[in-house]
């Protein structure tokens, strides 16, 4: 058995039923660059799903004993290869979608980072806020990604909309972080924004 069968083996052990073999659909984006590449660019051991903060913990320490890197990836939308791992574990953030809080009077929604814009903003839009936030890729986009890549669409120019980094992450020695939680601030809905 090679190093990475035996790497991958005892991480199932750690987060069971988390852990994909299979990676091929983590080693593109959108990075234009990929569809002329004559082969994948990127490559991976394995990806992990994981669905709460226990479970990223736990995965940030094993990779952290192990050596081996951590590749976060929220909606893949990325379009400058920014998602693509390389010789590494890859953190499928997409699991961790729960919006936590929701704070009507402040304008401020905790969220997990996996959140897509889309799921968000349905949320808010039921209690008639938005978050002003419209990226094209909107539908792909989740809030970690949005937040890491310093994502623009506000539509607004005086939009109250602050997307804030990285409240709560998994840092040991300082070198991994991943938005697993952050906060959003967010506007009354405006129907025509436009008018
Ligand atoms: C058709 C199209 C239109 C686009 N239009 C826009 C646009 O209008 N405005 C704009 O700003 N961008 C746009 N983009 C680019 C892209 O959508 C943004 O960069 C987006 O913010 C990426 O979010 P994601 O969730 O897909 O992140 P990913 O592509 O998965 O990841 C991007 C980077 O963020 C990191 N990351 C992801 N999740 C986390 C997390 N939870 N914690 C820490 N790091 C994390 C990844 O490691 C990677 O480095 C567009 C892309 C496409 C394909």
């Avoid at 008639?128 to 936030?133: C, K, P, T, W």
């Avoid at 539908?139 to 669409?153: C, E, I, P």
Wanted: aromatic share 6%; hydrophobic share 35%.
């Amino acid at each position: 058995m090679g190093e990475s069968d035996r790497l991958v083996e005892e991480l199932e052990g750690v987060l069971p039923g988390r852990v994909t073999r299979n990676v091929g659909s983590y080693l593109k984006d959108w990075w234009p660059f990929t569809w002329i590449a004559d082969e994948p660019l990127g490559s991976a051991i394995a990806a992990v799903k994981p669905s709460n903060v226990d479970e990223v913990a736990a995965l940030v320490k094993f990779a952290s004993a192990n050596h081996v890197p951590l590749y976060v990836r929220g909606g893949g939308s990325s379009v400058t290869g920014a998602s693509i791992p390389s010789k590494g574990i890859v953190v499928d953030m997409q699991s961790m979608d729960q919006v936590l809080d929701l704070d009507e009077q402040n304008r401020s929604v905790t969220v997990q980072g996996g959140t897509r814009l889309k799921l968000l903003e349905d949320k808010l839009k039921a209690k008639g806020f938005s978050l002003f936030q419209t990226p094209q890729s909107f539908d792909m986009v989740t809030v970690g990604g949005y937040v890491s890549t310093l994502g623009t669409g506000q539509f607004r120019s005086n939009s109250s909309i602050r997307l804030q980094r990285n409240v709560d992450s998994s840092q040991p020695a300082g070198r991994c972080r991943a938005c697993v939680r952050g906060r959003v601030e967010f506007g009354r809905c405006i129907h025509n924004p436009v008018r």
